[in-house]
């Protein structure tokens, strides 16, 4: 057999060979150790990526609450190039607009308030309306320094910038170009208020492996790209004590489900976001190694905090995947939902049609984000305090999916302002958060619900929801054959 070690700064998928190294070394030396032999029968070949994005730390100087304080600001960078490096371009789809930059984004952090929220979301320090970064990036071996371009701010409804709380619940947005520097890949950066702390870091040129791994232009065109959905972590790791192997167990069968669901309608896979403790427990079920050996799940490294609620990982999750696939070709679109979301099509008609619909009805060459409408479903023959146990019940052969069992639906979906999205990263997507985000090089489009919507299932983590008469009326989804039933 032969032995890999990662090499970190590949920019698409690593197979995750480094755990049979380190055993083969282990067992060399402590052959006799009963916990190293469980160690390396544990270790399964899996692929994770970080998208070729670095995670910086830097200090700055901001107005906070009246005064001036020194907050903490995470960076998150991404290399842009356009058909630079040994291996070229990473698609034949890529934009002009693409062009050699160092892109990235900001979330500013109050140490004195870590908890900062609002409706149970994650919020940032200092309103960007207000004050931005001052970032500045210094090349290797060069006293040339670039100042950071801040991208554009979302306007509200009526053309106004928008204003807080909700300007708080958006990360900045930048990009350094590169225009006289599209060789160098290592750098330094800092913020002006801190000019001596600087964080240094090196990033592949190209994103060759990364973008054919998730849309070979061989397989995917612009008018028929592949689709990836963009899952949250599941948090809460650990929480119930001795109940966590359960709870664990859960989470892998919640995943089968929604993977089998997504493949059923076409779409190309999950993008699981992902730290070692969560991965390390989800790699060990047989069902998931399955789907990360046929890649069509693939775990994104996530080192990041848990904080608040699920939902406060939302606008640092989808900005982070958005950033990371930037540098790809316009034949790669993404979904930003939750796991109690199902992208649906009341025709029945699969991804690339639900893409082909919603582009032609938006009349535009080049849209760069769809928001899709929302609307609640419910099991009505299950009940709203068992229809969780649906979804993180491992699949019966022969049995049908969860979503089988759905049989009434909200006269109302929710308001537009409330949709969720798909995105096509090439056309570089900022001012991101759970329901919205602008993009800079495309145009933004409200989804024609004939073409697609999203089912929301309110019970799907336990009672929300009756579903009473005056609000829901009964209804048949179309699903997929091998939704309706399973073979054995």
Wanted: proline share 7%; hydrophobic share 40%; with cysteine.
């Amino acid at each position: 057999m032969q032995y890999f070690l990662e090499h970190v700064s590949l920019p698409g998928l690593r197979q995750k060979f480094g755990l049979y190294t380190v055993c083969w070394g282990l067992l060399t030396i402590n052959w006799f150790l009963f916990g190293q032999i469980l160690l390396c029968e544990s270790a399964k070949k899996h692929f994770s990526t970080s998208l070729g994005v670095y995670h910086a730390r830097l200090f700055a100087k901001a107005p906070v609450s009246g005064q001036e304080k020194v907050i903490t600001l995470n960076l998150w960078l991404k290399r842009i190039s356009w058909g630079r490096g040994t291996k070229g371009a990473a698609s034949a789809f890529l934009l002009p607009t693409q062009t050699d930059a160092v892109e990235g984004f900001a979330w500013a952090d109050d140490i004195g308030n870590l908890t900062n929220n609002k409706y149970g979301l994650y919020m940032t320090t200092v309103d960007a309306p207000t004050w931005k970064p001052l970032l500045r990036l210094q090349l290797w071996g060069s006293d040339l320094v670039v100042p950071a371009n801040p991208h554009p701010a979302l306007d509200a409804p009526g053309g106004k910038p928008l204003g807080p709380p909700w300007s708080h619940l958006r990360p900045f947005f930048f990009s350094f170009p590169l225009d006289a520097a599209s060789s160098v890949h290592c750098f330094k950066i800092y913020e002006e208020s801190f000019p001596d702390i600087k964080a240094p870091f090196c990033l592949p040129i190209s994103s060759v492996e990364l973008c054919n791994r998730l849309a070979p232009d061989s397989s995917f065109t612009p008018s028929q790209p592949a689709l990836w959905t963009v899952m949250l972590p599941f948090r809460s790791w650990g929480i119930n004590g001795s109940q966590w192997e359960r709870y664990s167990q859960r989470v892998a069968n919640r995943l089968q489900h929604a993977v089998t669901y997504l493949r059923s309608v076409g779409a190309t896979g999950m993008l699981l976001y992902t730290e070692r403790f969560s991965s390390h427990a989800l790699e060990r079920y047989p069902i998931v190694q399955q789907m990360l050996q046929e890649g069509i799940l693939i775990f994104v490294e996530w080192e990041h905090n848990e904080r608040l609620q699920y939902n406060s990982d939302q606008a640092l999750v989808y900005s982070h995947a958005l950033l990371g696939l930037s540098s790809c070709g316009t034949n790669l679109w993404v979904q930003a939902t939750d796991v109690d979301e199902l992208l649906y099509s009341p025709y029945g008609v699969a991804w690339p049609g639900m893409f082909e619909c919603l582009s032609n009805s938006s009349g535009s060459d080049a849209p760069g984000l769809i928001r899709l409408g929302r609307i609640n479903i419910i099991a009505s023959s299950v009940g709203a305090d068992r229809e969780a146990v649906l979804w993180y019940s491992a699949p019966n052969p022969g049995g049908k999916h969860p979503l089988a069992y759905y049989d009434k639906i909200a006269k109302l979906a929710h308001p537009a302002n409330v949709g969720k999205y798909i995105a096509c990263p090439a056309r570089r997507i900022v001012a991101v958060w759970m329901h919205t985000a602008l993009p800079i090089h495309g145009t933004f489009h409200e989804g024609n619900a004939r073409c697609a919507l999203i089912f929301h299932i309110p019970n799907y983590w336990g009672p929300r929801v009756k579903g009473d008469a005056d609000n829901y009326d009964r209804f048949r989804s179309y699903l997929p054959a091998q939704l309706r039933m399973r073979p054995g």
